[in-house]
């Protein structure tokens, strides 16, 4: 398995925009489809994005397409979620996770590895 730590959150006004970054430990990211989850209070975790090994598929949620884009670095063990013309509604704890099974997944059950989350606050 690898491990995933997340960086990036923080506190945006309605409109502005937010990078986040989670980075792997090991040799075989490469190897690995990664997705982004979020999860609001009181809410159930949800499935925002992934992205396929190789980068060349990726998917959104209905919500946030247009909006947000996912990336990856397979060289820097990293993948990004950029976040712009950011909502309240986008406040969340957002996970990244990776799956060494499917190509993607919307499903947090088909996902290996977690990080431990980064926190996103969008004001009014």
């Known amino acids: 398995q690898v491990q995933l730590v997340e960086s990036g959150g923080g506190l945006v006004q309605a409109g502005g925009s937010l990078r986040l970054s989670c980075a792997a430990s090991?040799?075989?990211?490469?190897?690995?489809?990664m997705g982004w989850f979020r999860q609001a209070p009181g809410k159930e975790r949800e499935f925002v994005t992934a992205?396929?090994?190789?980068?060349?598929?990726?998917y959104y949620v209905d919500s946030v397409k247009g909006r947000f884009t996912i990336s990856r670095d397979n060289a820097k063990n990293t993948v990004y979620l950029q976040m712009n013309s950011l909502k309240r509604e986008d406040t969340a704890v957002y996970y990244c996770?990776?799956?060494?099974?499917?190509?993607?997944?919307?499903?947090?059950?088909?996902?290996?590895?977690w990080g431990q989350g980064t926190q996103v606050t969008v004001s009014s």
């Open positions: 992205i396929s090994w190789s980068g060349s598929s990726t």
């Open positions: 090991g040799r075989t990211f490469s190897s690995y489809s």
């Open positions: 996770a990776a799956d060494l099974k499917h190509g993607w997944s919307t499903r947090a059950y088909d996902y290996d590895s």
